[in-house]
């Protein structure tokens, strides 16, 4: 594929994301918003809507339900889900709290599947969702289960962001703790994503010891002492362990 057609699926993709990212929005007010020749977006749009991907309604454009449907059946193409589903629903109602699974997609943790307890707080938490991986308990879990190399790279493509004031950012912060997780089997991070929550994850092996995802518990730091840390790690590390197992069946 030539530049220019690089460059082609680049701008539709980019007027994809910000169409998903705003909403809706007309040519004009998007062409500015990316700084593209209205006819360009224009054409683009068009082009999007024939192939059923945006829809148009009284000038305003927005994404359709397509894009629901790819990530729909990828997610059940892939072993880990298919492996875990049971376990997951078990974890949320076991714990009360939001129980999430989560894979490692192109440096970043990206949210597959969640489930609510009867106490779980309204995350804006939702399948496909990304997020960094070192400021997350079930990133730091699968970062844990990568060689060093391998974690330096990601640090090199994606730094080390302050989501918040509890974020890592220091490296050889970020090493020394990946090496107390891979020996007490489970990841915390105390508002190092979310500014008041607790969040506690287990990596999901598989038979090779190769890291497949991560099982995810988070709730309020108010209720989540101690005490309550401990037995959600029994909990998700038990489900993790069952999901391993799984995963040779699937």
């Not at 680049?10 to 007010?29: P, Q, T, W």
């Not at 990206?110 to 009867?118: F, N, R």
């Not at 010891?209 to 101690?226: K, L, M």
């Amino acid at each position: 594929m030539g530049g220019t057609s690089n460059r082609s699926v680049e701008r539709a993709f980019k007027l994809i994301d910000e169409l998903a990212e705003n909403g809706s929005g007309g040519v004009s007010e998007l062409a500015e918003r990316l700084d593209m020749p209205v006819s360009t977006v224009h054409d683009y749009l068009q082009a999007l809507v024939a192939t059923g991907y945006v829809t148009v309604h009284d000038t305003e454009y927005r994404t359709t339900t397509r894009f629901l449907e790819v990530g729909h059946r990828q997610r059940h193409r892939l072993e880990v889900f298919k492996a875990v589903r049971d376990e997951l629903e078990d974890v949320a109602s076991e714990t009360g709290e939001h129980a999430t699974l989560l894979i490692e997609e192109d440096d970043q943790a990206v949210i597959l599947a969640v489930q609510e307890g009867p106490d779980a707080v309204n995350l804006f938490a939702y399948p496909g969702a990304r997020m960094p991986l070192h400021a997350t308990a079930p990133g730091k879990a699968m970062l844990a289960h990568m060689t060093d190399d391998r974690v330096d790279e990601i640090i090199d493509r994606q730094g080390l962001v302050a989501v918040t004031s509890q974020t890592i950012t220091d490296p050889d912060v970020l090493f020394e703790q990946l090496e107390s997780i891979r020996q007490q089997g489970y990841a915390i991070d105390e508002g190092e994503r979310i500014a008041g929550m607790v969040c506690i994850a287990a990596p999901i092996l598989d038979k090779s010891d190769r890291i497949r995802g991560s099982i995810c518990v988070c709730g309020p730091q108010s209720r989540i002492d101690e005490t309550r840390r401990e037995e959600i790690a029994d909990v998700i590390q038990r489900a993790a362990n069952v999901t391993q197992v799984n995963l040779d069946y699937v």
